[in-house]
């Protein structure tokens, strides 16, 4: 069963989930696009558009470890 749809994920651009959050927005703004695909070892985790990544920064600034 494939839980996120197909044709939405193809408004994403691809991304590695080790990236860090500030060069997941850099890559964001640059793409154009609305959203990230997130992938671990090759496979579809998640997505995270520039509300995700914001909490993520807040997340981070405040001294959350991931």
């Known amino acids: 069963m494939f839980?996120?749809?197909k044709d939405w994920a193809g408004e994403a651009e691809e991304v590695e989930a080790?990236?860090?959050?500030?060069?997941a927005h850099q890559?964001?703004?640059?793409s154009g696009?609305?959203?990230?695909a997130?992938?671990?070892e090759g496979k579809l985790v998640g997505f995270?558009?520039?509300?995700?990544l914001?909490?993520?920064?807040?997340?981070?600034?405040k001294g959350a470890t991931a």
């Open 3 to 5: 839980l996120f749809d």
């Open 18 to 23: 080790e990236l860090s959050v500030s060069d």
């Open 27 to 30: 890559l964001l703004e640059q």
């Open 33 to 36: 696009k609305p959203r990230l």
């Open 38 to 40: 997130v992938v671990d």
């Open 48 to 52: 995270a558009g520039e509300r995700e």
């Open 54 to 61: 914001l909490r993520a920064a807040l997340h981070v600034e």
